[in-house]
C-alpha cells in the first residue's frame, strides 16, 4: 500500500539521521541551551533577515499552538481563527483546556480576511456590555490553511496592518510552512512573514524532521517569560540539542526549501493529472495537498494500491479525499499513481 494519506508518514530526512548518529554520544547541556541549538537560532535569523527575533524549539504542533497561545492571550481573551484552523478541529479542544475560547469565523477556503477580523471586533464592541463576552485577543491563521491554499502578500499585509491597528497579535501556524513558501502561487517569503507576524512557527515535522517546531518571536513583549510557558506546558525538552540539531541541518545549504520543493513539484504532477482526466477539485489548493472529487467507484479502484485521507462525502456518488505529498514522496510512486487515474474509467 502506498500512502498518500499524510505528510509525515516517513521519518527523517537523510543527511538528519546521519547527524544525529554522528554527533549521538556527545555530551551537551539541557533544555535548548546547547551550541546545537544556537547554530540553529543563527542560521534561522539569518534566513529571517532579522537578527533580533527569539527562536524556541519544541516537539510537535499542537503543543506549539496551546503554548503560544496560552502565552499570549490574557485569562478573558479568546481568539480568532477560520472555522476550518487546526486549533478548531483537530486539536481535541487544547486551546479550551488551557481557559481560552476559539473564537472560529466562516471561512470558504480555510483563509481568514482581514474586513472579517475587523468586524469581528466591531461584533464585540458593539455587544450590550461587551466585558460579558470572550474578548478577541489575538488573531490565529495557517501558511498554508488546512485545505492546503495561502495567503497572498496583500492579503497577508492587510491582515497585519488590522491586527496592529487592533493590538491583536498575529500568530501564523507553521506546520507545513515550507510547502507554502515554496508554491507556485505564494509571493510571500521568509523576511517577509518576520515583519508582518508577531510570532509564527517553521515546521519541521512535516518538512523534514523527525519531530520539531521552530517558534520564531517577533514581538518584544511576546519574548518576555516565554520559556517558562514552554516548560508550564510540557514543552521543554531535556535532550533539546536533538531539536536544535535538526534544524541546524534543514537550514544549512537550503535544504528545507529544496525538499519542501520536492513535495510541491510532485503535487502539481499529480493535479495536472487530475486535471487533464476532467476530474474535479473540492477546492483548488497549490501546495502539497490535493482534493479531488473522486466518484466511489474511482476510490475504490484506488483504494486498492494507496491510502488517502477521506475528506468530505460530496455526495452519494461522489467523496472528495485528500491527495497529499511530502518531502520523502518517491517519484516512482507518483509515476504509478498518475498510471492509475489515466487509467480510471467514470
Not at 551537551?28 to 527569539?54: F, H, K, M, P, W
Not at 481535541?92 to 481557559?99: D, F, Q, R
Not at 474535479?280 to 482534493?291: A, E, H, K, R, V
Amino acid at each position: 500500500m502506498i500512502q498518500f494519506q499524510c505528510d509525515y508518514s516517513e521519518g527523517a530526512h537523510p543527511l538528519i539521521m546521519q547527524r544525529l548518529m554522528e554527533t549521538n554520544m556527545e555530551q551537551t547541556v539541557g533544555y535548548g541551551e546547547d551550541e546545537y541549538c544556537d547554530e540553529a537560532r543563527r542560521l534561522i535569523r539569518q534566513a529571517c533577515d532579522n537578527s533580533e527575533v527569539d527562536v524556541h524549539f519544541l516537539v510537535g504542533g499542537t503543543q506549539t499552538n496551546t503554548t503560544v497561545i496560552a502565552h499570549t492571550l490574557r485569562p478573558y481573551q479568546g481568539v480568532l481563527c477560520a472555522v476550518s484552523g487546526h486549533i478548531n478541529v483537530h486539536e481535541t479542544g487544547a486551546i479550551e483546556a488551557t481557559g481560552h475560547k476559539v473564537l472560529a469565523i466562516d471561512s470558504a477556503d480555510g483563509k481568514l480576511t482581514a474586513a472579517q477580523i475587523e468586524e469581528a471586533v466591531e461584533a464585540h464592541r458593539r455587544e450590550d456590555g461587551p466585558e460579558h463576552m470572550v474578548q478577541p485577543g489575538m488573531v490565529y491563521i495557517s501558511l498554508p490553511t488546512e485545505v492546503g491554499t495561502v495567503y497572498t502578500r496583500s492579503e497577508l499585509e492587510a491582515i497585519s496592518a488590522v491586527c496592529r491597528r487592533e493590538r491583536l497579535p498575529l500568530f501564523v501556524d507553521g506546520a507545513r510552512l515550507g510547502y507554502g513558501l515554496c508554491s507556485p502561487e505564494c509571493d510571500i517569503t521568509l523576511p517577509l512573514l518576520t515583519r508582518l507576524a508577531d510570532v509564527f512557527y517553521i515546521g519541521g515535522t512535516k518538512v523534514g524532521a523527525l519531530f520539531g517546531e521552530a517558534v520564531v518571536i517577533v514581538d518584544k513583549e511576546l519574548k518576555r517569560d516565554f520559556r517558562y510557558s514552554i516548560k508550564r506546558h510540557g514543552g521543554m525538552l531535556a535532550k533539546g540539542r536533538l531539536l536544535g540539531l535538526q534544524f541546524a541541518t534543514l537550514f544549512t545549504d537550503g535544504l528545507y526549501t529544496k525538499i519542501a520543493q520536492h513535495a510541491i513539484d510532485e503535487a502539481m504532477r499529480i493535479k495536472a493529472t487530475l486535471q487533464a482526466k476532467g476530474i474535479g477539485f473540492l477546492i483548488d489548493s497549490p501546495t502539497n495537498q490535493q482534493f479531488p472529487i473522486l466518484s466511489n467507484a474511482q476510490l475504490k479502484t484506488l483504494e486498492e494500491r494507496y491510502r488517502f485521507s477521506i475528506w468530505q462525502q460530496v455526495d452519494a456518488e461522489h467523496t472528495a479525499v485528500r491527495i497529499c505529498t511530502s518531502w520523502a514522496t518517491k517519484s516512482e510512486n507518483v509515476d504509478r499513481l498518475i498510471e492509475d487515474i489515466r487509467a480510471l474509467t467514470r
